[in-house]
């Protein structure tokens, strides 16, 4: 099965800049479309980003576009969410995930999930 590891979270300001990684085992990665979500303790996990196999579409929640860019380098089998301009209400644990070839927008659509990165926005 694929395993997914995300890295990069950390302890921010408000205005500053992350960029997350999400290393995947699969060896035909490039066949997944790969999505980033975002859960905290008072919330349910909810859509922050995807990006088509191909990587030619991009799917962004509205809180996060113009600040959020979700891209992929198959190559190295990754996915990677650049994050500037962070604001407090950002602050959650962060996952990658993926499902075969088409993009979802729901947890329930993706079949494999990291572990989490935390991220934490500080005002």
């Known amino acids: 099965q694929v395993q997914l590891v995300e890295s990069g979270g950390g302890l921010v300001q408000a205005g500053g800049s992350l960029r997350l990684s999400c290393a995947a085992s699969?060896?035909?990665?490039?066949?997944?479309?790969m999505g980033w979500f975002r859960q905290t303790p008072a919330k349910e996990r909810e859509f922050v980003a995807a990006?088509?196999?191909?990587?030619?579409?991009?799917y962004y929640e509205d809180s996060v576009k113009g600040r959020f860019t979700i891209s992929r380098d198959n190559a190295k089998n990754t996915v990677y969410l650049q994050m500037n301009s962070l604001k407090p209400g950002d602050t959650a644990v962060y996952y990658c995930?993926?499902?075969?070839?088409?993009?979802?927008?729901?947890?329930?659509?993706?079949?494999?999930w990291g572990q989490g990165t935390q991220v934490t926005v500080s005002s």
């Open positions: 995930a993926s499902r075969y070839y088409s993009i979802g927008y729901y947890p329930d659509e993706y079949d494999y």
């Open positions: 990006i088509s196999w191909s990587g030619g579409s991009t």
């Open positions: 699969e060896r035909t990665f490039s066949s997944y479309a």
